[in-house]
Every structure is written in structure tokens, then in C-alpha cells.
């Protein structure tokens, strides 16, 4: 897992131990609260007015007490759609609609992968390529989680790059969270879902539905937790409704519901319900993290198998990785905590090494080229707690850097520690 996604963890589940304030690991001892470093760095989500509250719900257990849902079986969210919609989304599973979502003709396809705010490593590389004249009109963007915020700017070009740059270089964990137990997580993220609101904006959705309609394809991946499987939502296709004067209101709020979900760590952030209607019933399918599937989207598992004979669609694959693949090695205090944190960080990682492996496959199989960037190894900024944005522009400044290099992709996966590198020069080309 990405340092970010440790600090998340390690934030929801101190609050749920700690009676104190929440103190997150640094330089020993933890001396860090996060109201130290949300008053440390001001910004409008700090000030910003909370919607009006909910009248308060007996409590249970110490627990706000949450509305039951409307019960619905296997069958009727197999056949949900959203109403009106039914382009909006597929399973993440299903050949058949994937390769119907597909555009028609080949082109180059841009990866972007979960890392919270780690995504600051992205869209230095995005504004980067921009400033080399390396920046292409990706065919097919996909995202998850931080990937997928970031996605609808890359998507709609370099014209977004002041605003993929703001977004990830002048926020702090007030934009993100409040910390607070809200009955189904740690924090509360309303927060995230203003900023989202703010950033997507009625102007860069008709940018991407434009995009949509020459023949290019945004895929945003969340996760449906009732059914366990991952979700493709056509954000182009999402945006073209929004366009429409009958239904753009709803389709808008879809498209920003959907950010919201693909972003929202389970039992840290709140889950994300979004309605739908299956088999004559309406009712609510609940979503979280698009990274709980994986931690980037390239194409149903069935198809990216080694022995699989499909052929994918792309001139080029270009993967953003915004983490970092080596080790960091540190000693672990014996508190829940830091065990969760650094075991579920090991796990994650491990997931991004494998998948990268399957894609550099499924690459040299389809034979296109594979591009891979990732957070330099040698990159260290000190960081004062979630969302440090003086940790962020230094790490946005490294992703600058190497997407205005020579070289600011590598043509094959990083190698693990003390493998031999079969590609010293990085090779990859934008």
C-alpha cells in the first residue's frame, strides 16, 4: 500500500482506539495530531460550512443508528441499472461489455492506479509530459480511487493541467475528511464530496462527453460491496446524459457519486449508496474503493490470463503508478494501529507488483509496448500527517520532473529487490 493509504488506515483506526486526539507515526515519538496538521495548513475546506446535520438516531453500542436498507437479492443487482442510464456502467468481470464499452479504433491507453495522496506523483508526471510536448490523446483512461479523481482531468487534456495541479498540491486532510465516527466509518468524508463538486464542474463534463463522442472512452472503477465484484463505470457515456436538459442535473450528481464512491476506503470513509433499479425493484447498491479489486483497471481478469489469446485494443499501454515498489523498511511499535497498517501496506503492494506483472504480459502477448512510471525509489520528503501539502508539492514536483525527462516511463515492471535490472537505460517512451 502506498504511504498515503497507511496513513488513512492508521488515522480511522487510532479513532476508533484512541480516547485522545489522533496521532499518526512519524518521527518518534507520534507527535503529529491531525488537528495539529489541519490548523498548520488553512484552506477553505477547513472553514468550510458542514452541511446541515441529520436529527440524531439513538445511539447503539456508542454507535450513530443507521436507516435499515431496502432488502433486494443476487438476481435483482445482477440485472440493476441505473435508471435511465443504461449505459452508465458494467461489470468489471464481463468480456462481453467491456469489449462493447471499447472504443473502435486502436489508440493509446492511460492506467491510473490507486495511492491517495500519492496521486500528487500522477499529476506532476500529466503536467510534466504537458511541459515536454510528450502529452498524448489517450484512446482509453481508466482510474481507481485516487486514479480516478484524477482521471477526468487527464482525460480532457492538457487545457485541465492548472487544475490536476491544484487539486493535488493546495488541499489539506480538511478538503478529505472529518474525523468522526459516522456510524459506517471512522471519518466522514464529506468534505472530499464538496471538493468534488467544486473541481468537477459543468464545463469539464461537457469536455469529456465532446470526447466521448469522437470515440474515446473514461472507465472509473468502484467497488460493489453487496455483490463483491467491481464495477466500470462509462464516465463518457455518464457525461453525455449530464448534457441532456431532461436528465443533466442527475446524471451530473452520478458522475460526481461515482469519484465519491471509487475513492472511499472502506471502514475509513463512508460507503457510497447509489440507487438503482433491478428486476421491477428500486433500491440502493452500496459501493466503496475501486482499489478493493485491484489497483488499476486494464481488463477483465479472464482476459489479461497468461495463456488467454486476447489481443488488446491499444497501440500503446502507459501504467501511472502512484506509489512506490521498493521495501521501506521500519521497525513496528506493537500497537493495532501500525500492525494493521503496515501489514495491509505490504499486502497492497505486493497486489501492485502482481498486476503489473500480468499487464506486462498481456502487453507482450497483444504485442504493444508497456510504459510503466512509479515513484522514484530515491524520492524521500519528510510528512507531518495525511494530506501534507508540503510533502504533496514536493512529491508533484518529482512526477514533474520525470514526466519533462528523457525518459519518463520504464518498458518493463521495477524489478524486486535484488533482481538483476534487465532494462538499466528505463527505455519507455511517452
Known amino acids: 500500500m502506498t504511504p498515503s493509504a497507511r496513513w488513512i488506515i492508521f488515522t480511522c483506526t487510532a479513532a476508533a482506539l484512541l480516547t485522545g486526539p489522533i496521532f499518526f507515526p512519524g518521527s518518534s515519538p507520534y507527535a503529529v495530531a491531525t488537528a495539529q496538521a489541519q490548523s498548520a495548513h488553512p484552506s477553505p475546506g477547513a472553514n468550510a460550512k458542514r452541511p446541515p446535520a441529520a436529527p440524531a ?102 487545457k485541465y493541467d492548472a487544475a490536476l495541479k491544484a487539486a493535488y498540491t493546495q488541499i489539506t486532510a480538511a478538503d478529505i475528511f472529518e474525523v468522526g465516527s459516522t456510524g459506517d466509518s471512522f471519518v466522514d468524508s464529506w468534505p472530499l464530496k464538496d471538493l468534488i463538486a467544486k473541481e468537477i464542474t459543468p464545463a469539464l463534463v461537457t469536455d469529456i462527453a465532446t470526447a466521448y463522442k469522437s470515440g474515446r472512452r473514461l472507465f472509473v472503477v468502484t467497488t460493489d460491496l453487496d455483490a463483491e465484484r467491481s464495477v466500470v463505470w462509462n464516465m463518457g457515456a455518464i457525461a453525455v446524459h449530464a448534457s441532456d436538459k431532461t436528465g443533466g442535473d442527475s446524471a451530473l450528481n452520478l458522475f460526481r457519486t461515482v469519484l465519491l464512491a471509487s475513492g472511499s476506503i472502506p471502514g475509513a470513509f463512508p460507503p457510497v449508496l447509489i440507487d438503482v433499479e433491478g428486476n421491477g425493484k428500486h433500491f440502493q447498491e452500496m459501493h466503496v474503493d475501486g482499489g478493493v479489486g485491484g489497483q488499476f483497471f486494464l481488463a477483465p481478469p479472464a482476459l489479461t490470463a497468461s495463456d488467454n489469446g486476447y489481443k488488446i485494443p491499444a497501440t500503446q499501454l502507459y501504467i501511472v503508478v502512484n506509489a512506490g515498489l521498493q521495501p521501506d523498511f521500519a521497525v513496528v511499535e506493537p500497537s493495532t494501529p501500525l500492525i494493521l497498517a503496515q501489514t495491509v501496506g505490504t499486502a497492497v503492494m505486493v497486489d501492485l507488483r502482481l498486476m503489473l506483472d500480468r499487464a506486462f504480459v498481456a502487453a507482450k502477448n497483444s504485442g504493444i509496448g508497456f510504459n510503466v512510471a512509479t515513484i522514484p525509489a530515491g524520492f524521500s520528503a519528510p510528512r507531518r500527517g495525511p494530506f501534507d501539502p508540503d510533502y504533496m508539492k514536493a512529491l508533484f514536483n518529482a512526477g514533474f520532473d520525470q514526466g519533462n525527462g528523457e525518459n519518463p516511463f520504464a518498458s518493463a515492471p521495477p524489478p524486486y529487490q535484488n533482481q538483476p535490472t534487465t532494462d538499466p537505460s528505463g527505455g519507455g517512451k511517452p
Open 57 to 158: 438516531a439513538p445511539a447503539a453500542a456508542g454507535q450513530p443508528k443507521l436507516p435499515p436498507r431496502t432488502p433486494f437479492s443476487a438476481a435483482d443487482d445482477a440485472a440493476a441499472a441505473i435508471p435511465g442510464m443504461p449505459d452508465a456502467r458494467f461489470w468489471a468481470d464481463s468480456v462481453a461489455d467491456y469489449t462493447k464499452a471499447l472504443p473502435s479504433q486502436p489508440g493509446p491507453w492511460l492506467i491510473l492506479s490507486t495511492g491517495g495522496e500519492d496521486g500528487a506523483f500522477g499529476a506532476g508526471l500529466l503536467n510534466g509530459l504537458s511541459a515536454a510536448g510528450k502529452r498524448l490523446d489517450y484512446s482509453v483512461v481508466t482510474g481507481v480511487s485516487t486514479g480516478a479523481l484524477m482521471a477526468p482531468f487527464a482525460f480532457a487534456g492538457a
